[in-house]
């Protein structure tokens, strides 16, 4: 099954505006790693940035996961970009 990388940006602040939904969101993370849909996820040490590799049939698949998350959808992530991954080894 094909692979997709998840290149994101957080909102400022986001230490304080995600304190509401984190609980929804890594419950979240914790079954979609259990399926097999996440290989691995989370924010680059400056808070800026999260890095996901998701597997799925197809992008769109991989955006749905992405724009069900609680994350998204409260606007703790505000832009995304997924491309395909070749994983070489």
Not at 30 to 49: E, H, R
Not at 66 to 89: H, M, R, S
Request: proline share 4%; charged share 30%; glycine share 6%.
């Amino acid at each position: 099954m094909p692979k997709y990388v998840l290149w994101g940006s957080y909102c400022d602040d986001v230490l304080e505006k995600r304190t509401p939904y984190r609980q929804a969101h890594l419950d979240r993370l914790v079954y979609l790693k259990a399926s097999g849909a996440l290989i691995t996820l989370g924010p680059t040490k400056d808070l800026t940035k999260v890095f996901g590799v998701y597997e799925a049939e197809d992008e769109a698949s991989v955006r749905k996961l992405v724009e069900d998350d609680p994350y998204w959808q409260n606007g703790i992530w505000t832009e995304y970009d997924i491309l395909e991954w070749v994983q070489a080894f």
